[in-house]
């Protein structure tokens, strides 16, 4: 059974870092694209950052603009965990941060296509 699960998230002062990590069971995640997107409330899940593999032991991190140069993404896929380095937060970064993973190499920013969810994990930003 394939399993997400975050934890890291919590609150913090703008200017503040914070890191979240994904823990992946269930099935080796070495090929598939690995994802992280937020929700606010009242607002639409948007995508943050993805990583997707690129052919033997190298992969590609994508931003969403707004975190570009303040979010970094990062994989051990001898731990099957995905890291999301956040730094720089602001009051506005305030969602439920999920996890996803994608049964295919190819990335995506489009939350429907993605197979596999966490739970999510809160991160609060005060101003």
């Known amino acids: 059974q394939v399993r997400l699960v975050e934890s890291g998230g919590g609150l913090v002062q703008a200017g503040g870092s914070l890191r979240l990590t994904c823990a992946a069971s269930?099935?080796?995640?070495?090929?598939?694209?690995m994802a992280w997107f937020r929700q606010a409330p009242g607002e639409e899940r948007e995508f943050v950052a993805n990583?997707?593999?690129?052919?033997?032991?190298?992969?590609?991190?994508t931003n969403a603009d707004d975190v570009q140069g303040r979010f970094i993404i990062s994989r051990d896929n001898s731990k099957n965990t995905v890291d999301l380095q956040m730094n720089g937060l602001k009051p506005e970064d305030t969602a439920v941060y999920y996890c996803a993973a994608r049964a295919s190499r190819y990335s995506s920013t489009r939350y429907e296509d993605y197979e596999y969810w966490g739970q999510g994990t809160q991160v609060t930003v005060s101003s």
């Open positions: 269930g099935r080796s995640f070495n090929g598939y694209a």
């Open positions: 990583s997707r593999w690129t052919g033997e032991n190298k992969y590609a991190a």
